[in-house]
């Protein structure tokens, strides 16, 4: 189960930030999590909780956002937000993707802190 490297990765990562900036109680972070990104968002809750157990993180939430996929069409010169992964291919003029702009983000997008 990676889920549970990427949560302990991100609890460090958030602990850091949190201890740089003068030592802030984190109540929420908010985590953008592509479709392509291969995680598992149930799990990477889950396992999220886990990490936090016995942090300053321990009662924080994880907020995530789900970003879809999206490519550049090649022939229209557009942007296009795919409906499937199983199609990765524009979806007004049928051409074939090759380039994905979003859908493979695993980022962190805020921290909540206390006032």
Known sequence: MHELSIALSLVEGVLE???KQGGLKVEAVHLRL???SGVDKEALAFSYTV????????QSRLVIEDVPLTIHCPSCGGERTLSTMQDLSCPVCKTPAQEIVNGREIEIAALEVAA
Request: glycine share 14%; proline share 7%; charged share 15%.
């Open 17 to 19: 930030q949190a201890e």
């Open 34 to 36: 592509g479709i392509l």
């Open 51 to 58: 990490a936090t157990e016995g942090t300053p993180l321990a």
